[in-house]
């Protein structure tokens, strides 16, 4: 909406021309209060992950947001925030609604996961705050700085080390059912 400033980290290209992207991840600074762009069939999921406190609007129900808790709702229909203690920034998932949709959780992982790729799809993880360093599958031990993506391609064990605050995002082709009612997840 010109607003504010975005910063995609990672897309997926759309299969076909009649949208932009199958899924998108980006990282937005919310300066001032206002409208959020409209994005036709797209589904998101907002994280709050800087800032005291966000207000969301989404068709006309009022929502405050809490640091790290995803919160999932239409990308088409209006909406708007409000930052009453200042400026916040923002962690956005988006899909293209008829052909993929995102679970996206965030938690302290330290230590071993099983990392299962779902098919179509992608697994990634994203640093919130502090760096963390992860071992596991072809990686050595690499490090990852606050808003880097690790995109798993395979199904691997990976270790975490110092994490805190990482984004797990599963993004699945096709549409399993999930309500777009304005509802967190």
Known sequence: NGEGR????????AADSERSFDWRISVADV???GDFSTF???ERVIVLVEGPAMNLTVDGIARSLARYEPFRFDGSVASSCAIPLGPTRDLNVMTAREHFHALVDVTDLDGPLAGKVPADGALLFIPLGEPISVVGGRLG???LNRFDVLRVRSACDLEFHRAANV???EIHHGWKGLSM???AI
């Open 40 to 42: 036709d069939d797209v």
């Open 167 to 169: 984004a797990r995002i």
């Open 31 to 33: 300066e001032i209060a």
């Open 141 to 143: 031990p690499i490090s």
């Open 6 to 13: 975005t910063r995609e980290l990672i897309r997926s290209s």
């Open 181 to 183: 009612n304005v509802t």
